[in-house]
């Protein structure tokens, strides 16, 4: 599974994201997963942005590999006003 996000750290270099995908019925209605017995939240994923380098060679479209050997920090960037912002980017969240 592959998340595909854009976002935006403003005044900091770097962020931690974190997810949780949920099954849904045909009528919204949410199916838990059962896990030792007991409903959990679903299946979580989580990424340091700093540390989102695919591998390219291991990963598919439907599920990245993230590397984490090369840090990725978030450059400011300039705005339409000429102020400094970070800049955003699109990170692969894979699911773990």
């Known amino acids: ?3 595909h996000l854009w976002v935006e750290a403003d005044g900091n270099d770097d962020m931690d994201l974190f ?3 949920q099954k849904l019925d045909a009528k919204g209605k949410w199916l838990p997963t059962n896990v ?3 409903p959990h939240p679903g299946c979580p994923g ?3 942005v700093s ?3 695919l591998d390219e060679e291991n ?3 439907s599920n990245p590999s993230i590397r984490s050997r090369n840090p ?3 450059r400011p960037r300039r705005d339409s006003a000429g102020g400094d912002r970070d800049s955003i980017l ?3 969240l894979a699911q773990r």
């Open 19 to 21: 997810v949780a995908v």
């Open 1 to 3: 599974m592959k998340l």
């Open 90 to 92: 699109e990170p692969d």
């Open 59 to 61: 990963s598919t479209n």
């Open 72 to 74: 990725q920090k978030l």
């Open 46 to 48: 989580k990424l340091r």
């Open 51 to 53: 540390l989102r380098d």
């Open 36 to 38: 030792l017995g007991r």
